[in-house]
């Protein structure tokens, strides 16, 4: 009898353990971002066809460019040739170049060759990075450091610098992206960016100190947090293990992960206003899709401690796929294009915003993440 009851007990222990292992079905987390992309992916069977909201801009822009980051990354963790046809028709369509022509400065424009750089890793071709190479090495060639004044830039450019330092081995690529980031951290507006004692980031210089939310707080906007501790994810998952800087991408992405902790919803949202839940602080699903993903990443990395932070993980991941995931794959409260918490407003489960690319790439993002936690 006694050792039917050790047996019993050694299951039911077995039993718990391996239920708390599982946090999250990875069928299930999968058949979700093939739901809201095969929703996307219907809506828009021309990867070429022109966007037309308040004017009509082609299909290279940078919203588009963050979907295909998503799509790549649902790529990696489910090769579907449906998928990479996709990416590469919206490529070849654009002749692997960017908005606005193939020499530019502005991260928005250069966002588009993530993918181009992704693609050519599958199957090298030189005319897939023709275009990227000659832009990126202008910028890497030039003694400009200060581009990415708006914090939206860093997670456009900084993984394109990542991405072609590894591909072409060479750390200049690593050294003039650490330059850039930290001019935006340290230099723009009165002090940088980022707030050291807040662990956030201001989103440009028009909103670093005196500027105040009506609460008195400053004004830390949910999307424009997201987008950076996305970059510095996605550039720690691209940079060798002793690629120089890497210790700052790891300190900065604690640092934002400790401040988003007690900020967090109760519904495991996080306000589109993030200390001043009083301005348009409503839930919203963008700026919390990259914080899972930043944040998933930091947990499956070891930088994050998985007991402090999986919990975090677990709300907002259930918040999106319960109240932000339609049936048929659209994604409500999803904030329209802008840089504060006033734009794009209201929100509600339905309403479609703007553009609703990037919303979805932010999302496939969160997901390919949680797929690969063990």
């Known amino acids: 009898m006694k050792k039917l ?10 039993t718990t353990a391996t239920q708390a292992q599982q946090t999250f079905d990875k069928k299930t987390v999968l058949s979700q971002m093939e739901l ?29 460019g963050v979907y295909y980051e998503g799509l790549m990354a ?40 993530q993918t181009y750089i992704d693609l050519y890793n599958l199957e ?45 081995k060479d750390n200049r690529y690593f050294e003039k992206m650490y330059e850039m980031y930290m001019f935006s951290r340290n230099n723009h507006g009165d002090h940088g960016l980022f707030n050291p ?3 956030l980031w201001w989103r440009d210089a028009d909103f670093d100190a005196p500027y105040k939310e009506p609460n008195g707080e400053d004004c830390y906007w949910s999307r424009g947090n997201g987008w950076v501790i996305a970059a510095l994810a996605k550039v720690l998952t691209i940079i060798p293990k002793n690629a120089p800087h890497r210790d700052q991408y790891v300190k900065d992405l604690q640092a934002m992960a400790k401040a988003l902790v007690p900020i967090q919803r109760t519904d495991g949202f996080w306000n589109v206003s993030l200390h001043d839940p009083t301005n348009f602080g409503e839930k919203e699903a963008s700026g919390t899709a990259l ?15 998985k007991k402090i932070y999986l919990p975090v993980v677990e709300k907002a991941w259930n918040a999106l796929t319960a109240e932000s995931l339609h049936k048929d794959g659209f994604l409500g409260y999803l904030q329209s294009t802008g840089k504060e918490p ?7 489960y ?19 993440e949680i797929y690969k936690m063990k």
């Open 197 to 199: 004692k807040d662990g």
């Open 342 to 348: 006033k734009d794009g407003q209201p929100l509600n």
């Open 124 to 168: 090298p071709d030189a005319k897939k990075l023709k275009n990227t190479r000659a832009n990126i090495a202008m910028l890497l060639n030039t003694p400009q450091n200060n581009d990415w004044s708006w914090i939206d830039a860093i997670q456009m450019g900084m993984p394109v610098f990542a991405k072609m330092g590894v591909l072409e």
């Open 5 to 14: 009851i050790l047996f019993i007990t050694s299951i039911l222990a077995y």
């Open 350 to 368: 339905d309403k479609i915003p703007d553009f609703e690319d990037y919303g979805l790439g932010c999302f496939l993002l969160a997901g390919s």
């Open 291 to 305: 914080f899972v993903y930043g944040i998933t990443y930091g947990i499956n990395s070891g930088i994050l401690d």
């Open 74 to 113: 649902l790529h990696e963790i489910y090769p579907k040739d449906i998928y990479y046809n996709y990416a590469y028709d919206w490529s070849e369509f654009h002749k692997w170049g960017f908005n606005g022509g193939n020499t530019t400065r502005n991260a928005d424009n250069y966002c588009a060759a």
């Open 36 to 64: 809201a992309n095969k929703y996307f992916m219907d809506k828009w069977p021309d990867t070429g066809k022109t966007i037309i909201t308040n004017k009509e801009r082609p299909s290279n822009i940078w919203t588009r």
